[in-house]
């Protein structure tokens, strides 16, 4: 079980977020939506450890995980926002970079790099640099390498950037299964389409702030909007985006 | 009239510069200097100043001594009368030929990955409403910009500076400019030949092989192309003593060697052009320079049709996977030195990090080639004395070679692990490792030990094994690995870091310190630490020294670092403390 208490950061001065809290039962798919420069990412990194909250706690089976950081991440699956790896090293190297960090047995690391590699379509790229890859390619290697070790937790931050349609399927699908299987699972991301087939609840944010959270049903019924496009659009952006694209169109054409 | 030139620009240039010729121009020249390639090299990127300074200081620097060489007043002193200017410089006029070629050679190499178009200048120009033979004519353009560029930067202080020091004591305004004019022409076109004698082989290479193959084997093209130039540069202090009228016959290899060719040049702008043998060598420089230039555009023309213009039909072909050949065997080690699992990824990402990561294996390849050719000419001593004699017993020289190999490589990757690789992709390290069970030192430890070691030992054993008998061989190498454990214990006493994913330091106020400090260190590991060496091996019982001696030092170390405060030995990711390298 995954939980956020007052969670709050400020860089110097500056607000990123705050007071988040949410609670995520094991099965549970959290969606986490808002625009650029809401507060996702310093949450997502709060939540994996790598930022400490200026207040708040972040607790893992009810403990702070600051307090065993290590053992916390050892149950954690994670997906950054940009596939930053390491350009000159091969795919199965990369993973097995990965799985050697996390302490896997070697024989069980390798058969799990193997297996997936397959599944992902990377086996026949096994061997070659990471810098050759293609946007999709590195972000299923990230995939591979937040699953690789069994987590409890999940947590991804747009984990579709890149891939093709039919690896998108396939992911989506794959979130139900995890999340069948008893998996927690944060999913950070703006295809509010994904969002809303997957999630089973929903945290809105702006500016920093929560502004709507619940179950995906609750949150429509609140909002008194059927989509979850129509939600986002009301409670995020105070602009008329179709004012905001015919604006624009008046500049294409103009001479 | 500064008003005059302000109005031209206005009028005149500045509208041309927004031309989209001039703008392509701009934009090669920027990336040459700023990028090309896919090497990450963004790390490095130290700005043009700088390595305009950085590449015209060896010539700074040499020209400035030779004032104390070539003063009045010292050769008065030396008891030195009237001199022959155009005589008594020919080594120094070799050595500034060499010089000029070694650097523009080097920067070229450096260089390599941003002088032809690539895939990135592809996407982002080809799709604009600009034709083909307008960016092959910039790029060229900028090709031959750079090349004038760095030929003027790397030469500019000889220029001037050589002539002042030799002739500008003696008041004859035409002895000073047939002088300075002759060095001028012959380093500029020593520079001209050695930049596109390098852009030829590149261009070569991308025109004959597939892109893929030629990004794989660059790198050691690069470092094969770089130990030639090393070898030119060590062939300044022999060449010139076969160059006097006497000594010519004597060997007919000078006559293959480059430098040679181009202080013909020289000589016959100093008036020596009827001297047959500088008359040859400058025909041949000539044909060189002419085939080099040839070579080079068309090959440069040849790789932009063959490789440029058919970026989009090989994209789908990929690179070739990387071979899975191991360098070390890796099965044993891991049973042995690497149980540790956190231990054992982190040793091969440094591994990997050193061995294919171009701009660490330039900065580590660069430190042991000067290694070799330090070593080389350590050693030439023992093998000029001409006599079988002479090597078949322990020599100070002999027993050095060792010692410079394993301080250059030491002290190569000890730098290239201030260089951090691809800083965002580090969050791996620091979501899986635990910053309170790893230590750094021992993994940095072993790679140095590995790289060093590992090689030189066994070579060492069994070269002085056939030179000098078992007995020798085994004292030599143990003393020799002794000692190198611990310098590298010394070099690692504050390393806290997993090499290559920690900013890297900024400049400190005391980094000239270091510098001294490693000099002096080279002084000491290799010059002084042979000597003791060659002294005891006289008597076994003498090697016995070296026990405490070594003792003392890992001791010492082990002492200071019990009194290090916790946070001092804590993992980092982002160099903060004065305390780095």
Known sequence: MLEAQGLTKYYGSVLAVQSIDFRLEPGQVLGYLGPNGSGKSTTVKMLIGLLEPTNGQVLFHGKNIQQDLVGYRKHLGYVPEEANLYPYLTGQEYLELVGTLRGMAQPRMKAKIDAFLELFSLFPHRHVSLSSYSKGMRQRILLISALMDNPDVLILDEPLS?????????????????????????????????????????????????IASGSTEEVRQRIGQTSLEGIFLQLVEDRDVAQIANNIVDVVVSP | MIEGARQFFRTRWEPYSRRPFPTLLRVFIGRVFHGGGDSGASEMDVGLGVILILLALPGVMVSLLLFEKYGTLIRWMRGEGAFDPFIATIPDEYFFVVLSMVVTGAAAIWRWDALLLDRRDYTNIVPLPVSLRRIFLGNLAAILLLAAALTLDINAASFALFPVAVVGSQDSLSLFLQFGAGHAVTVVLASAFSFFAVFAVIGLLMAILPYALFRRISLYVRFLLALCFLVLLATSLAVPSFLSETERGATNAIRAIPAVWFLGINQTLWGHGNDPFFAAMTRTALFGLGISVTVALLSYALSFRRSFIRIPETAEVGPLPRSQFHLFPTGLMDRTILRDLPQRACFRFITRTLLRSEAHLQIASAFIAMGLVVGAQAIAPAFRANTAAAIHRPSEDLLSLPYILSFCIIIGIRLAFEIPSDLRANWVFALWIDPDALQARPIARKVLLTFSLGPLVPICFASSAILWGLESAFLHTAIFAACTVAFVEILLLRFRKIPFTCSHPQFQSHSALIFVAYLFGFLIFTAYIPELELWSLAGPWRVTLFIPLIAAILLSIHQYRKQMLDMDKHLIFEEISPSGF
């Open chain 1, 162 to 210: 890149g891939l093709d349609v039919t690896s998108a399927l396939i992911f989506k699908n794959l979130i139900q299964s995890l999340s069948a299987r008893g998996k927690t699972i944060f999913y950070c991301s703006h295809v509010l389409e994904v969002v809303e087939k997957v999630c089973s609840r929903l945290l809105i944010l702006r500016k920093g702030q929560v």
